[in-house]
């Protein structure tokens, strides 16, 4: 690396202003390492979300230039009489200094610049209360406030703004003698010169000096047409219209040392104030030391706290005691996490899990951490460590220092509750949600900038519609659009399309993680500045599951999952009407009816093999094990997929072809999964033991994986990969199959510490199924909306295993589907108020509260449950008054006399013998279509006959039954008549379409 006198820029606006900066953090410090600047600022307005980013592509910027210089020239050395050929390789690593553009409520702006660690924290208390007193995305900042975080930075004063700028920077300058200058920025507007002098003397006034900055908002001046895109998207105008507001040049980016010289020629001290400045931050985000809460008690340590806990839940795990094996485990594990002192992380997840265990939350643990003899003692998991097949050390090593990870899945309707419960016991000062950054993709990229460019509502319409066919498929542009009737040689469409491509992958706003906490010991508002989330009760930090990541910061993953939810109901269904306890941990293993349920492709609604590719491989897999289930959840998957480990997997499963390993070495990795890769686990193994990768490469191939779809950056390991197969003795194709399924995992990786506790989940859920059907409809109908089908799916696919089904009635249904006696000492299914579309669920949850002895008319809702016009009409469109003998017509005709939201006093009683009789109405009766239609209409299914049935004559002349027995050979899914059930676009450059039709 050279060393040169130090140029700084310390006011840059990275895309993290959103809707304004027109370059990446990431491309910046390139840029700033291209052109020999020795030290930048991301200083982003009222924001630090774009730091991390810059500080980490720095640190990978390092590790390349200190590669580079370590290698061996190739080739002969120049001889001394040939000159150096002019090269663009980067010498220069800039140090990214932490800063934040402060934006005041008057329209004063600052770049805080902190000092050190302290006057970090400060900068972070400064901004979570600016964005703790306004919703999301805005910020509240005064000069008061400044005034009493300021201490410890450098204050960088942008003229400007208010009138009375030049006075409250009098104030600023008074409170923070020696911390305060004047930015020198340029307008170019021929200008710049006499402005430079005049604020010479403003600066010499207030006895501060001037520092140069370019403030730049794009890294280079090809991005001037973005930055006007940018504007015009934000201000809601059309490019053609901005005026004023837009760039009236590309001047206004990242400057080389050589252009700053020019530009502040006559000011060189301003340049030397910069880089003085810099030499003066000392901080460096590596610094942010991160302290997990301590979790320790009065009599016990952390480590000592989570042994007992551990060994006590040991007992209760093995009533009988457990074998050897899991107690030397169970010793070995206590002994390497009371090493790298992650005790702490583990217990925030057992009191976490142990808060939703009393509140009665179905909830279990999975990732590399989870499934540990530790978590299944703690009750994190309820997957045994004896049917694992990790090694500890390979999640939780000592040698590369990676935190562990634990994600806990919670039921998705009470999830809130354990949200809730981490703010209140740790203090929203201590505990926040993290990020994620919402980037533009494909359709809304063409949305916005097709609007802002001036295309027509059809135009934009018609290129969205090829998003997946021309991106991400390059030199199809020009056909795919000449399909569509658009001629590229258009210059406006052309230029579109430019922008489009440069703003895919830009952030477009925060958002909050499906749900990651950061939880610290001390402050968390002095580690990242918090800020509001949209929902209501939720603070989120500003930095996402990546940033956190390079920083190294702990992250408990609190999620959803909607089958937990269904679980849950189902076991509580079990109790009241079988009287059998059951949980996830002491369901009957290895079930024979069970896996012959699901060999035969019968898993509609079962978690995680329900869709149509797992149900047409099911009967191919034929799983007799729960370790089947493991490999059928993850091989179904994109790494697998993509890398062709399917069929030689199957093959050599069914005993076809003859199971070999490539070396040794690999077949340690691959011997559970027959010599096939199936887990990403196995991919990274095979990189560090196949193709020589070292622990820090690993870590970073890990890292581009996280990072695959937003950067798409996993194949810049494919050379090192290859070529470090070859030199170990693999052949080329094996290889190339290998990192293909890498490159899968990169867009879904599944691992397999995370396939098995989704195994458990399957065979939960299919046992129940398999045993249990009526439990398990009724269950999975109140758990709606999840999964992949409708109720009308659930519905009949329960009839079909013997479940029967009764209507929604007024005098019999609840809100939620229930069971109730058959009357043939069974059980029946009878639809809840829940299942009809429009109906609040306040009004369903009445009207059996008020119910008493019955109903015995339509109006007896309205007054004793307070059901008001709008409720009897999407009552009686349900056909719920059946059991009243009203028809859905009639039902009608009786909900519209009701004329008020409440009857009045006077008529709130029965009024005996003096009541208005009026004359019946006989109103047509509807068909049977009619009335399957309209239970659609309400309810989305029927309990009547099917719809294809009474179109089938006119689809299939001649057949007026419905056929049986097996398909007949040669038959074409254009043949197929039936009813859609789902469809989903295929991302691939094909852009065909998968739909479900349901004969």
Not at 33 to 57: M, P, Y
Not at 186 to 202: E, H, T
Not at 216 to 241: C, K, N, Q
Not at 429 to 449: M, N, Q
Request: hydrophobic share 40%; glycine share 8%.
């Amino acid at each position: 690396m050279t060393t040169q006198p130090l140029i700084a820029e310390l006011s840059i606006t990275s895309n993290f202003t959103f809707l304004t900066g027109a370059s990446h953090p990431e491309e910046y410090v390139d840029r700033a390492g291209l052109q020999g600047i020795g030290a930048l600022a991301i200083a982003d307005e009222n924001s630090v979300a774009g730091i991390v980013r810059a500080w980490t592509r720095a640190k990978e910027l390092r590790r390349q230039v200190e590669w580079r210089a370590a290698q061996d020239l190739v080739g002969p050395p120049r001889p001394d009489h040939i000159p150096k050929p002019q090269s663009l390789d980067i010498t220069t690593v800039p140090r990214v200094l932490a800063a934040a553009r402060i934006v005041t409520d008057q329209g004063l702006e600052i770049t805080f610049l902190p000092r050190d660690r302290a006057a970090w924290g400060r900068l972070c208390r400064l901004l979570t209360m600016g964005r703790l007193r306004e919703a999301k995305g805005k910020c509240l900042i005064s000069l008061q406030d400044l005034l009493d975080w300021g201490e410890g930075a450098e204050l960088l004063i942008h003229p400007g703004g208010p009138e009375d700028w030049q006075g409250q920077a009098a104030h600023l300058v008074t409170a923070f003698p020696g911390q305060c200058s004047l930015a020198l920025s340029p307008r170019y507007d021929g200008q710049d010169a006499r402005r430079f002098n005049r604020l010479a003397a403003i600066a010499e006034r207030l006895d501060i000096p001037l520092a140069a900055t370019a403030r730049p908002l794009m890294h280079h001046g090809s991005r001037r047409r973005l930055a006007d895109v940018l504007t015009a998207i934000r201000l809601g105008r059309r490019v053609d219209t901005l005026g004023r507001a837009a760039l009236p040049n590309a001047e206004q980016r990242m400057r080389s040392p050589y252009e700053l010289c020019r530009i502040f020629v006559g000011f060189p001290y301003a340049i030397d104030t910069a880089a003085a400045i810099a030499e003066r931050c000392t901080f460096d985000l590596g610094e942010l030391s991160y302290e997990y809460p301590s979790e320790a008690t009065a009599s016990e340590t952390a480590d000592q706290r989570l042994s007992r806990l551990a060994h006590e839940g040991l007992a209760a795990r093995y009533p009988h005691g457990a074998s050897e094996h899991v107690q030397n485990l169970l010793k070995h594990e206590l002994t390497l996490i009371g090493k790298l002192g992650y005790a702490p992380y583990f217990l925030t997840v057992n009191d976490i899990v142990a808060f939703a265990r009393s509140r009665d939350i179905l909830c279990q643990g999975r990732g590399s951490a989870a499934n540990s003899v530790v978590c299944y003692c703690l009750g994190v998991t309820s997957v045994s460590p004896e049917i694992g097949t990790m090694v500890f050390e390979r999640f939780v090593s000592e040698a590369r220092n990676e935190p562990p990870d634990i994600d806990v899945d919670f039921e998705h309707e009470r999830r809130e509750e354990v949200i809730q419960h981490i703010y209140e016991r740790y203090g929203r000062h201590r505990a926040g949600l993290c990020a994620t950054v919402i980037h533009y993709r494909g359709k809304r990229a063409v949305r916005e900038v097709g609007k802002v460019m001036g295309l027509s509502e059809d135009t934009v319409a018609a290129i969205s519609s090829q998003v997946w066919g021309f991106f991400g498929a390059d030199g199809l542009e020009t056909s795919r659009m000449a399909e569509i009737g658009l001629d590229l040689r258009d210059r406006r469409l052309a230029m579109t399309m430019d922008l489009i491509q440069q703003i895919i992958g830009f952030p477009r706003h925060l958002s909050q993680h499906v749900g990651g906490f950061v939880i610290t010991e001390g402050r968390l508002d002095e580690l990242v500045p918090i800020e509001n989330a949209t929902m209501e009760g939720r603070t989120v930090i500003c930095w996402d599951k990546d940033d956190i990541d390079s920083l190294g910061i702990l992250k408990v993953d609190i999620l959803a999952l909607g089958m937990l939810t269904c679980l849950r109901k189902a076991f509580t269904l079990l109790r009241q009407h079988h009287r059998l306890d059951y949980t996830l941990a002491n369901l009957p293993a290895e079930d024979t009816k069970t896996y012959r349920m699901l060999s035969e492709a019968d898993s509609l609604g079962v978690f995680q093999v329900e869709s149509r590719a797992q149900m047409n491989f099911l009967p191919r897999m034929k799983p007799r094990t729960f370790y089947d289930l493991v490999i059928e959840v993850a091989i179904i998957r994109p790494g697998p997929i993509q890398g062709d480990m399917l069929h030689p997997y199957l093959r050599r499963r069914e005993g076809k072809e003859a199971v070999t390993f490539p070396s040794d070495a690999l077949g340690k990795v691959l011997a559970k999964t027959l010599g096939v890769p199936l887990f990403q686990e196995q991919a990274m193994q095979i990189a560090i033991v196949g193709a020589g990768f070292s622990p820090d490469e690993a870590d970073r191939l890990r890292r581009a994986l996280a990072t695959f779809k937003k950067l798409g950056n996993v194949s810049e390991f494919r050379t090192r990969f290859l070529r470090g197969m070859r030199e170990n003795g693999y052949d080329d194709e094996f290889a190339e199959r290998c990192f293909s399924q890498i490159e899968g995992f990169g867009s879904y990786g599944f691992p397999e510490s995370h396939a098995a506790s989704f195994a458990l989940l399957v065979y939960a859920s299919a046992w129940i199924k398999c045993h249990y059907p009526g439990v398990f409809a009724c269950a999975l109908l109140n758990a709606q909306p999840m999964g992949f089908y409708a109720p009308a799916q659930i519905v009949r696919d329960a009839r079909e295993h013997g479940v029967e089904v009764r209507p929604i009635c007024v005098n019999r249904s609840y809100w939620d589907n229930a069971l109730e006696p058959d009357g043939r000492g069974g059980l029946a299914l009878r639809l809840g108020f829940r299942q009809i579309k429009a109906l609040r669920e306040d009004e369903g949850r009445w009207i059996p509260a008020a119910r008493g002895n019955g109903y015995q008319a339509v109006e007896d809702l309205w007054r004793r449950a307070g059901v008001g016009p709008r409720g009897l009409r999407i009552l009686a469109e349900a056909d719920a008054f059946a059991s009243m003998g009203l028809s859905r017509r009639d039902a009608l005709w009786a909900a519209k006399a009701v004329g008020g939201p409440k009857p009045l006093p006077l008529f709130s009683g029965d009024i005996d013998g003096e009541g208005i009789v009026e004359p019946a109405a006989y109103l047509p009766q509807m068909t049977e279509g009619e009335e399957v239609v309209e239970d659609y209409v309400a309810t989305r299914l029927t309990l009547r006959a099917h719809p294809m049935s009474f179109l089938r004559a006119r689809l299939t002349p001649g057949m007026g039954t419905m056929p049986q027995g097996d398909v007949l050979p040669g038959r074409r899914f254009g043949d197929a008549r039936g009813l859609v059930r789902s469809d989903a676009w295929s991302m691939e450059e094909s852009g065909g379409k998968c739909v479900t039709v349901r004969e």
